[in-house]
């Protein structure tokens, strides 16, 4: 025989778990979720791949960390975790939901900046906001920012996907990568690159041209 619990007793537990504190999502993920709300969790399975190859027991840099929407991920698995962006108000949304003790957030342009040893540093959909000419800047504050034997997963939407994307999705990509630009960059300053894609939330080893996104691996920095 079963004993019905009331819905009001097991709300009263998830709250005495996780106390009365609320999200409140900033402009970025407040308009994904209304308007295009599959991409919370394409964008929930990159950074658990993130965190499954390069965040366990480690120090991780976030480079354009946004609202900090992928940061609960990352720091699950991390010893400390530290995200960066330019994007202020981003930067205080991220703060109000994700802070702990193990995580800091800091707004400003991390271009040609040095932030500290990290033994990971991820970055997802950033590099293709970069300009071109500052690309080579990206990739060396990657690798600045890296220990001798740290992990970097770079992810960027692919070139073969652009056709399908939306106009503003369009207006804000100013250099979109497909397989091979990706991989020339980053074996520029790594010895090893490991090419992945994901289509949707899958992430497979499949032909470079059919991936929707890109999410390579680099270590053994040069």
Request: hydrophobic share 40%; aromatic share 10%.
């Amino acid at each position: 025989m079963t004993h019905p619990t009331s819905e009001s007793s097991l709300w009263q537990g998830v709250k005495d778990l996780i106390g009365d504190t609320a999200l409140t999502l900033g402009q970025h993920w407040s308009f994904n979720l209304r308007n295009d709300p599959k991409r919370l969790p394409f964008v929930l399975a990159r950074y658990k791949f993130a965190a499954r190859m390069a965040c366990k027991n480690r120090a991780v840099l976030e480079l354009g960390c946004s609202e900090g929407i992928g940061t609960p991920i990352l720091a699950e698995f991390a010893a400390h975790y530290t995200g960066i962006d330019m994007d202020a108000p981003a930067i205080e949304a991220a703060k109000v939901n994700f802070s702990a003790e193990n995580r800091q957030f800091l707004a400003g342009d991390f271009l040609g900046k040095s932030l500290g040893t990290f033994s990971s540093v991820v970055s997802l959909d950033v590099v293709e906001h970069i300009v071109p000419e500052m690309e080579d800047a990206y990739f060396d504050t990657v690798a600045m920012n890296l220990s001798d034997d740290g992990i970097a997963v770079i992810g960027t939407p692919n070139k073969t996907s652009e056709a399908y994307a939306s106009p503003m999705s369009k207006a804000g990509h100013v250099n979109v990568f497909d397989g091979a630009h990706l991989m020339k960059a980053m074996s520029r300053v790594f010895h090893n690159v490991l090419p992945f894609g994901i289509n949707d939330e899958v992430v497979h080893t499949g032909y470079s041209p059919m991936c929707h996104y890109l999410v390579y691996v680099g270590c053994n920095r040069r």
